[in-house]
Nanobody
Framework: QVQLVESGGGLVQAGGSLRLSCAASESIVSIYVMGWYRQAPGKQRELVAVITSGGSTNYADSVKGRFTISRDNAKNTMYLQMNSLKPEDAAVYYC??????????????WGQGTQVTVSS
């Protein structure tokens, strides 16, 4: 089991910045894909950004140019730098990790989420 703990959420004014962190309970070297999802009240959970062990990244169209995903293997931590925040970015942000489990197949892990609130 991999435990994931998000932090860094909070209240920020529109146009401001936040950096979210996702700390893993074990080395993330073995985790092939990590990503950030978000869910606003009354809406479905959506993918925000993903990063592979090789450093490849993909972003939702709504955050391209504003958000940056990264990972620090030495610190077992993934980050989401969020700039130029908009009220529509407000949501609970969740950390996700997927790793190859051999005969167990692909293993999927989730954090508890961290609240991001953006005021206009």
């Amino acid at each position: 089991q991999v435990q994931l703990v998000e932090s860094g959420g909070g209240l920020v004014q529109a146009g401001g910045s936040l950096r979210l962190s996702c700390a893993a309970s074990e080395s993330i070297v073995s985790i092939y894909v990590m990503g950030w999802y978000r869910q606003a009240p009354g809406k479905q959970r959506e993918l925000v950004a993903v990063i592979t062990s090789g450093g490849s990244t993909n972003y939702a169209d709504s955050v391209k140019g504003r958000f940056t995903i990264s990972r620090d293997n030495a610190k077992n931590t993934m980050y989401l730098q969020m700039n130029s925040l908009k009220p529509e970015d407000a949501a609970v942000y969740y950390c996700n990790a997927q790793k190859f489990g051999g005969l167990r197949g692909v293993l999927d892990y989730w954090g508890q989420g961290t609240q991001v609130t953006v005021s206009s």
